[in-house]
């Protein structure tokens, strides 16, 4: 089977910089990906990994390590709209445990 | 607007009870998802179909069956409902069935069991 682990959840003031970590077991690998989610809407996708390194859009990166199973997103110059949960995913849908990121002025 | 178009927003039934919820992909997505998300919980991946075959399968209950049609719709039908049935129902959709880079989310069903 497939699985995510996520921290349930982080928090940070604006401006900062934050990282969330996932990590995963997975028999076959075809990538990590990142999603958002406000209170009460949908997820959004943010960004994908398939090969090892780091992939930037905008403010928000994303790092993969396939020898570790283990990924991250960073998200920069924080603002309070950031303020969301954050799921790691696997294909064909996984999803992690979610992380909720609460931003203070 | 993700392109995902879900049907209805909103239920409410009782106890034992059927419903079926209803997902129209964006054009061109041949994959369909559908989640449970319970309150203050993750996304429980139910089912996938691509092209009209189930794909995969995640923690789905025998009390709930899918399929996904030739225009590649999709409905969730939902029986024997319980309390714990509540919920919101996000169904997604993405062009590729296994190499999933991007799925792109409906607005959810929200179903309310009583």
């Known amino acids: 089977g497939q699985s995510l682990e996520q921290p349930s959840e982080v928090t940070a003031v604006e401006g900062a910089i934050v990282q969330i970590n996932c990590t995963y077991q997975?028999?076959?690998?075809?990538?990590l990906s990142w999603y958002q989610q406000h209170d009460g809407g949908a997820p959004t996708f943010l960004s994908y990994?398939?090969?090892?390194g780091l992939e930037e859009t905008g403010r928000f990166s994303s790092f993969l390590s396939r020898s570790d199973s283990y990924g991250y997103l960073l998200l920069q110059e924080l603002q309070m709209k950031d303020s969301a949960s954050y799921f790691c995913?696997?294909?064909?849908?996984?999803f992690g445990t979610g992380t909720r990121l609460l931003v203070s002025p | 607007d993700s392109g995902v178009t879900q049907t209805p927003k909103h239920l409410i039934t009782a106890t034992g009870q059927r419903v079926t919820l209803r997902c129209s992909p964006r054009?061109?997505?041949?994959?369909v998802y559908w989640y449970q998300q319970s309150l203050d919980q993750g996304l429980q991946f139910l089912i996938q179909?691509?092209?009209?075959?189930?794909?995969a399968k995640g923690n789905i209950l025998e009390r709930f069956s899918a399929q996904q049609f030739p225009d590649l719709h999709s409905e969730l039908n939902l029986s024997s409902l319980e309390l714990g049935d509540s919920a919101l129902y996000f169904c997604?959709?993405?062009?590729?069935?296994?190499?999933?880079?991007?799925?792109?989310f409906g607005q959810g069903t929200r179903l309310t069991v009583v």
């Open positions: 054009s061109g997505d041949l994959s």
């Open positions: 997604a959709s993405s062009v590729s069935g296994t190499k999933n880079t991007e799925a792109f």
């Open positions: 990994n398939a090969l090892d």
């Open positions: 179909y691509y092209n009209g075959e189930e794909r």
């Open positions: 997975t028999s076959g690998f075809y990538g």
């Open positions: 995913a696997l294909p064909p849908g996984v």
